[in-house]
């Protein structure tokens, strides 16, 4: 058996389709144009090329773009005053502070002061509150893309079997909450879980979001599984460039899951595309509209 591969780039494309129609729609028929403002703090270069992503995406889908970058020695008092701005900004309905941050600048503080109605990376403790509690509520872009991906595969996933490998605020953890609000049963497991070959094998769905390269290999997995690999790890090619692999065996898994995502081309391709979705429901819910149809 080989596993289907999972087009993580078609999926984000027909994505960004669905958005750019439902904003032309609000356009027309409400005179609301969303808007996502970036904030990017020094010069990750890593960082500056996501948000150039971001930037062009957020363009071509008809939304409103609002860069922000400031110099790596920024104070903490300024950049929290330039999230009051935004916040109070009624063009702007979306706020992403691109992270990492310097450690001259608390991440938490600054993530607190962004209004969670504005909140498109879902970190907001009221956000990630309102998830855990099976609310509605803005969701973290890459979970929301892991189960987007999910679903190209299996119409339900009710009743299945899931793990989530990683416990991180960012994806781990907000992955569980969404599998379970999909009626999933959910292990969440990491690095020091004991057994983890064997917690594996029981799983219909398996995420692998522990941030360690190949760590997840092809005789851990149940035959016919669904496998999501959202790590993004280079590794060194002696005489040549890097070479960029996920959290998962690729080519073990290829010979026993039933679906599997790519590195690259996988779960990657659905970030922005999700930010841009989070982008249009906070636009909407802002201006007391029904939620949009994506």
């Known amino acids: 058996m080989t596993a289907r591969i999972i087009d993580g780039k078609a999926i984000a494309a027909e994505l960004r389709a669905r958005v750019a129609d439902e904003v032309a729609r609000v356009k027309r028929d409400h005179q609301l144009t969303p808007g996502l403002a970036v904030v990017l703090v020094g010069h990750d270069p890593a960082s500056e090329v996501y948000v150039r992503s971001k930037h062009t995406q957020t363009q071509a889908a008809g939304m409103a773009s609002f860069e922000h970058k400031l110099p790596e020695d920024v104070s903490q008092a300024d950049l929290l005053a330039l999230i009051a701005r935004l916040n109070r900004d009624p063009m702007v309905h979306g706020i992403l502070v691109q992270l990492p941050l310097p450690k001259s600048l608390h991440t938490e503080t600054i993530i607190n002061a962004i209004d969670p109605a504005k909140d498109v990376d879902g970190l907001h403790p009221n956000n990630a509150g309102r998830l855990a509690g099976g609310l509605a509520a803005l969701s973290p872009c890459t979970p929301l893309g892991c189960i987007i991906l999910t679903k190209s595969v299996h119409a339900s996933l009710e009743g299945m079997n899931a793990i989530v ?28 879980s004991r057994d983890l070959p064997k917690l594996c094998a029981q799983a219909d769905l398996v995420y692998a979001a522990v941030g360690r390269p190949e760590m997840v290999r092809g005789d851990w997995l149940k035959p016919g599984a669904t496998v999501i690999d959202v790590g993004i790890n280079r590794i ?42 989070n982008t249009l429901r906070a636009a909407c819910a802002i201006a007391g509209l029904p939620a949009p149809a994506v």
């Open 236 to 277: 060194p090619v002696p005489g040549g460039k890097p070479k960029l692999v996920g959290d998962v065996a690729f080519q073990e898994a290829l010979n026993v899951a039933g679906a599997i995502t790519p590195v690259p081309g996988g779960v990657g391709q659905m970030t922005v595309a999700c930010l841009l979705v």
């Open 165 to 192: 490998i990683g416990r991180s605020n960012l994806v781990g953890r907000p992955l569980v909450q969404l599998l379970l609000n999909e009626n999933a049963t959910v292990t969440i497991a990491h690095s020091r």
